[in-house]
Nanobody, 127 residues
């Protein structure tokens, strides 16, 4: 069983920055991609960003392009989400997820493209 642990969430004022981290509990398995999703109250979980080591690419939701940046260390099975210029609309629970085998790029922007999920970390942006 693989556990993903997120950290770095919290309360920040609009315009501020936060950096989320995600670490996998085991380093002995191969990761194809690690992604971040978020969930607003009463809404479905939505894609934010992913880093695909298998495809050597990163993908972003339009709503965060230019403000958020995903990075990671494949050898350490870790991923980070640098969030800048935060807005109150970014307030949500942020989840880390990992895909352990190759997927089509379209799948990596959906929850179906991932095998393991973290417990989530709350991000609150005040106006």
């Amino acid at each position: 069983q693989v556990q993903l642990v997120e950290s770095g969430g919290g309360l920040v004022q609009a315009g501020g920055s936060l950096r989320l981290s995600c670490a996998a509990s085991r380093r002995t398995f191969s990761i194809y991609a690690m992604g971040w999703f978020r969930q607003f109250p009463g809404k479905e979980r939505e894609f934010v960003a992913t880093i695909s080591w298998g495809a050597s690419r990163t993908y972003y939701a339009d709503s965060v392009k230019g403000r958020f940046a995903i990075s990671g260390d494949r050898a350490q099975n870790t991923a980070y989400l640098q969030m800048n210029s935060l807005k109150p609309d970014d307030t949500a629970i942020y989840y880390c997820a990992t895909a352990t085998y190759g997927r089509a790029s379209g799948q990596l922007t959906t929850t179906r493209g991932y095998d393991y999920w973290g417990q989530g970390t709350q991000v609150t942006v005040s106006s």
